[in-house]
Antibody, heavy 112, light 105 residues
Framework: QVQLKETGPDLVQLTQTLSITCTVS????????VHWVRQPPGKGLEWMGAMWNGGGTDYNSAFKSRLSISRDTSKSQVFLKMNSLQTDDTAKYFC??????WGQGVMVTVSS | IQLTQSPSLLSASVGDRVTLSCKGS??????LAWYQQKLGEAPKLLIY???SLQTGIPSRFSGSGSGTDYTLTISSLHSEDLATYYC????????FGAGTKLELK
C-alpha cells in the first residue's frame, strides 16, 4: 500500500539548515508528485513546494531561495532542505503524494 | 491566489446541516479541494475539483461552487466530523485557506 514517512531532526539551531527525508513505498516517484506542507503549532497548513514526477520542482515564493527539494528515485526518497531557519519555522512538516496520501509528519523545533 | 474561509469557528449540533465557505482572491476555475484535519493527524482529502468526492468519504460531504466562491456542505453532522476544514486551490500556484474549526454546540 501507499506509505510515506518523514524523518528528520526534532531540534534545529537558529540560522542552521533543516534537512528532512520523505521515504515512500507502494508507488514510484517517477509516476506521482510529492508535495511538502508544513503546519506551525496551533496554526494552519502552508504549501511549501513539490517534486513533480518528471523531476521538476515548484516552490512557494514565500520561501524565496532558502528552500530546496530534490529526490533519489533509486531509494524512493524525496528531500527537503531549508536554510537560515528562524523560530517561526518551528512546525510539523508533512510530505504527501499528490496531497492525497500523507505521511504522519515530523515536528521540528527551531531553538535559539 | 489568496483563500478566505468563513467562518473561522462554527458551532453546530449533531444532525445539523453545515455549510463552510471558501472565497478566492481570483478565479479558481474549480481547482478547489477540501481537507479535514483532526487533532494530531494528517489532513484527509474529502473533495477535489470542487465537487468530486474522494474514495471512501461519506456521501454526507459535498462540494459546490464556481469562479471565486466555493462551499463544503455536510448534510447531517456526525460527531466524528468535528475537526478543522481547509480549502486548497491548485489553479494558480498552490494555497490553503486558514481553516474553519467545527466544534460541537
Amino acid at each position: 500500500q501507499v506509505q510515506l514517512k518523514e524523518t528528520g531532526p526534532d531540534l534545529v539551531q537558529l540560522t542552521q539548515t533543516l534537512s528532512i527525508t520523505c521515504t515512500v513505498s507502494g508507488f514510484s516517484l517517477t509516476t506521482y508528485n510529492v508535495h511538502w506542507v508544513r503546519q506551525p503549532p496551533g496554526k494552519g497548513l502552508e504549501w511549501m513546494g513539490a517534486m513533480w514526477n518528471g523531476g521538476g520542482t515548484d516552490y512557494n515564493s514565500a520561501f524565496k531561495s532558502r528552500l530546496s527539494i530534490s529526490r533519489d528515485t533509486s531509494k524512493s526518497q524525496v528531500f527537503l532542505k531549508m536554510n537560515s531557519l528562524q523560530t517561526d519555522d518551528t512546525a510539523k512538516y508533512f510530505c504527501a503524494r499528490g496531497l492525497v496520501y500523507w505521511g504522519q509528519g515530523v515536528m521540528v523545533t527551531v531553538s535559539s | 491566489i489568496q483563500l478566505t474561509q468563513s467562518p473561522s469557528l462554527l458551532s453546530a449540533s449533531v444532525g445539523d446541516r453545515v455549510t463552510l465557505s471558501c472565497k478566492g482572491s481570483q478565479n479558481i476555475n474549480n481547482y478547489l479541494a477540501w481537507y479535514q484535519q483532526k487533532l494530531g493527524e494528517a489532513p484527509k482529502l474529502l473533495i477535489y475539483k470542487t465537487n468530486s468526492l474522494q474514495t471512501g468519504i461519506p456521501s454526507r460531504f459535498s462540494g459546490s461552487g464556481s469562479g471565486t466562491d466555493y462551499t463544503l456542505t455536510i448534510s447531517s453532522l456526525h460527531s466524528e466530523d468535528l475537526a478543522t476544514y481547509y480549502c486548497y486551490q491548485y489553479n494558480n500556484g498552490n494555497t490553503f485557506g486558514a481553516g474553519t474549526k467545527l466544534e460541537l454546540k
